[in-house]
């Protein structure tokens, strides 16, 4: 898989990298992990950061901009029930579902790695950690961690749920969302599939997979379910699969643009194939302390 090309004028990380599947665990993960730096260009890379809504550094999005992302997130993230308490995002980014959780009563803090998006969801207000101070954090703190499209991202992904387990209340729940590679749109489109962006995401997780990692971490995987609220990611591998063969160069943000304003007409699409016995592109596992 070659590295995806952010911007032509910032040097990016090169060459070609391999996956392979682990046997006990049924993850598939970079054979050899990139170097940090590597990693730290792609990151702090303008066009890494897609924001939906304009002005969301200073707070002057529009209105109804916001309330159409706000409900995008409540419908596809859903809060857990019952009365809000103290909710946790790991992986925050801008802090978009932090937002989207302090407008319904929550408490909500990030921990974030690319400090440009730190930045601005501290910009708007809330309490980013790094993960190097996560560790201070207490026990049974939270009543909802979620991570949303982040654990693909961390090297070691055993390690950092061992590490939020500790701090679910008692009634806690923990959300993981990922992207798939046992759906539609990579038998399709393979190498070209959107969510294949080496070497960001480190590794793909299964169900098998993450049920291991609820047994290793002294959990219980409670719920696995499909998001059929995000189904950009076909547009996305087309225009992965256009640019390879027209010899364009796509945009990282051009590719988000065409997939948003599609997302209408991909939705119904997307409730059809799993109909027709098709995992979607995107899982979502709630993850529970053991009673």
Not at 183 to 204: D, K, T, V, W
Not at 261 to 285: C, D, E, K, N
Request: charged share 25%.
């Amino acid at each position: 898989m070659r590295a995806e090309r952010l911007r032509r004028d910032r040097p990016t990380p090169s060459g070609e990298y391999r996956y392979q599947r682990c046997g006990r665990c049924d993850a598939t993960f970079l054979a050899e992990l990139p170097p940090a730096g590597d990693l730290q260009l792609y990151y702090e890379s303008d066009a890494y950061h897609f924001r939906p809504l304009p002005g969301s550094r200073s707070g002057g999005e529009a209105r109804g901009l916001v309330w159409a992302r706000d409900l995008h997130l409540a419908l596809s993230r859903p809060f857990p029930p019952g009365p809000p308490g103290a909710l946790l995002d790991f992986g925050c980014g801008p802090g978009d579902y932090l937002a989207c959780a302090r407008r319904r009563g929550w408490d909500a803090i990030g921990v974030e790695w690319s400090h440009e998006s730190g930045e601005e969801a501290r910009a708007r207000g809330f309490r980013v950690l790094t993960e190097d101070e996560i560790a201070a954090l207490p026990d049974a703190r939270f009543r909802a961690i979620s991570m949303i499209h982040s654990l693909e991202h961390h090297p070691r992904p055993l390690e950092v749920v061992t590490q939020l387990a500790r701090m679910l209340a008692p009634d806690g729940s923990l959300l993981v969302e990922l992207p798939m590679l046992d759906c539609f749109e990579f038998a399709l489109f393979g190498r070209h599939y959107s969510m294949i962006q080496a070497p960001l995401h480190l590794q793909f997780l299964s169900d098998r997979t993450m049920a291991f990692v609820a047994e290793r971490t002294g959990l219980v995987l409670t719920e696995v379910r499909n998001n059929l609220w995000s189904p950009v990611h076909f547009v996305w591998s087309v225009l992965n699969w256009i640019e390879e063969r027209s010899g364009l160069s796509i945009s990282r943000s051009a590719k988000n643009v065409a997939s948003a304003v599609l997302f209408p007409l991909m939705l119904p699409l997307a409730w059809l194939a799993t109909l027709g016995g098709h995992p979607a592109s995107i899982r979502q596992y709630v993850l529970r302390r053991r009673s």
